[in-house]
């Protein structure tokens, strides 16, 4: 079956460390997207790419980064340097980037805590 | 700063009702628009999208797009409690030189049995 897999679905971080939440797509898409997603809140896109090895920072990308050496990973690292990481975080991908479809496939998402 | 407004409810609806939720955006340029629906703990999923002004149906739903007042809504009938989620609207917007997929906070529907 196509679609996106997020590792892990819930995970548990002390102040002051760096994790790394996985993306994987087998759906072929050139774009993915990291959004993050807060109670009550709507999306808020942290970091995107069109194609391999290009990223763009997206309206909330202080405290993150990102990479992508491969058309089908995404791979997302909340660094010590985010304030606030507490969160829903969802990865996403589409065929292209927005300019030709606002259709974006979701995976089911990483909930970050920080105790 | 562009965006896109949404009641954030609950709307709550008997079952069998139409539920009618409404979003309107500040970028008159806007042109393509979007609703996803987002049960609760999970990811988003498309169901409606809409780029001409007008009615669009598909099946229990139908979207609306007024581009003069800048709003669209989406209007589902006979409504049933598996219906019960947060709908999210979404807009194609031109942000400089390029172009976003910018949300609204979503409105929260429940249906009653």
């Known amino acids: 079956d196509g679609g996106i897999t997020q590792s892990p679905k819930y995970l548990f971080r002390k102040e002051g460390q760096n994790v790394t939440l996985s993306c994987e797509q087998n759906?072929?898409?050139?774009?993915m997207y990291w959004y993050r997603q807060d109670p009550g809140q709507g999306l808020r896109l942290i970091y995107y790419?069109?194609?391999?090895?290009?990223?763009q920072k997206g309206d909330i990308a202080e405290g993150y980064s990102v990479s992508r050496e491969k058309k089908e990973s995404f791979p997302l690292t909340v660094t010590s340097a985010q304030k606030n990481p507490t969160a829903f975080y969802l990865c996403?991908?589409?065929?292209?980037?927005?300019?030709?479809?606002?259709?974006?496939?979701f995976g089911e998402g990483s909930r970050l805590t920080v105790l | 700063q562009k965006e896109v407004e949404q009641n954030s409810g609950p709307l709550s609806v008997p079952e069998g009702a139409i539920a009618s939720l409404n979003c309107t955006y500040s970028?008159?340029?806007?042109?393509?628009f979007f609703w996803y629906r987002q049960y609760s703990g999970k990811s988003p999923e498309l169901i409606m999208f809409?780029?001409?002004?007008g009615d669009k149906e598909d099946g229990r739903f139908t979207a609306q797009l007024n581009k003069a007042s800048q709003y669209v809504s989406l209007l589902i009938r006979d409504s049933q409690p598996s219906d019960s989620a947060t709908y999210l609207c979404a807009v194609i917007t031109r942000v400089d030189s390029s172009y976003k997929l910018i949300f609204g906070s979503g409105t929260r529907l429940l249906v009653r049995p």
């Open positions: 970028d008159r340029g806007s042109q393509s």
């Open positions: 996403a991908s589409s065929i292209g980037l927005w300019r030709n479809t606002g259709e974006l496939f």
């Open positions: 759906l072929n898409h050139d774009a």
């Open positions: 809409i780029y001409s002004n």
């Open positions: 790419s069109q194609i391999v090895n290009d990223f």
